[in-house]
């Protein structure tokens, strides 16, 4: 398993700021994500964070409003850029274990979330 | 593309009952198939798996799901609910493009489950 610790756990922003949310991880992992969680919806995958290299973002994601980093193996941060309302959502970092199989087999462990409200 | 389908927005059950949350699933090739709970203001915990073998797979909290291929379903069930049970539960698939290579997770929209005390 993995313990996964984000801040802030929450926020009010003002439309047009942007607000950065870091994610710590107790172990070095491999795949590092970042999902969004708008309200009364679903997970959406927002990108991979790659360790060392440009986060791989999912369709209508891109790296100008969702700036990443990963700066090493347990850490990851996620900008959100010039906020508006709609942007209002719980922020997810997560990460993959792989339990003894694979990746692939294995459960995402995630944060407890950021819950961002924007003005 | 691979997708998820959470029927139901909303599940009551009482205390001591058993309950179904109902998942169905479509994707290419075989499916990996994932259960997750939600507790209000936190992030989501995984339940329970399945991976290949046994079509009944058991997880934590007194939780398991039945694998049902024909159907494409993936439901999760418990014998007797408990008032702690109460959570918003997600169920996601992950399946393989053409080249063998794993999708991302897909989640579905999540069921509201409420046990009555």
């Known amino acids: 398993s993995a313990v996964i610790s984000q801040k802030p756990s929450r926020d009010i922003c003002q439309r047009g700021t942007s607000l950065t949310i870091q994610c710590q991880v107790d172990?070095?992992?491999?795949?590092m994500f970042w999902y969004r969680q708008q309200p009364g919806q679903s997970l959406t995958l927002i990108a991979t964070?790659?360790?060392?290299?440009?986060?791989?973002?999912e369709s209508g994601f891109v790296i100008d409003k969702f700036p990443i980093s990963r700066p090493n193996l347990t850490f990851s941060t996620l900008t959100v850029s010039n906020m508006s309302p709609e942007d209002s959502s719980i922020y997810l970092c997560?990460?993959?274990?792989?339990?003894?199989?694979?990746?692939?087999?294995?459960?995402?462990?995630f944060g407890e979330g950021s819950r961002l409200t924007v003005l | 593309a691979q997708s998820v389908a959470q029927p139901e927005d909303q599940v009551n059950v009482a205390e001591g009952n058993p309950l179904t949350v109902k998942c169905t699933y479509s994707v290419s090739g075989n499916p990996y198939l994932f259960w997750y709970v939600q507790y209000p203001n936190r992030g989501l915990q995984f339940l329970l798996k399945y991976i290949t073998g046994d079509n009944l797979v058991k997880g934590s909290y007194g939780f398991e799901a039945e694998f049902n291929k024909s159907q494409t379903s993936f439901h999760l069930k418990k014998p007797s609910a408990l008032v702690s049970d109460s959570a918003l539960y997600f169920c996601a698939v992950r399946g393989f493009i053409s080249s063998g290579s794993a999708r991302q997770l897909t989640f579905g929209s999540g069921t509201q489950l409420t046990v009555l005390p």
């Open positions: 172990s070095q992992v491999t795949m």
């Open positions: 997560s990460v993959a274990v792989t339990s003894g199989g694979t990746l692939n087999t294995g459960e995402l462990f």
């Open positions: 964070a790659n360790q060392g290299s440009e986060a791989t973002y």
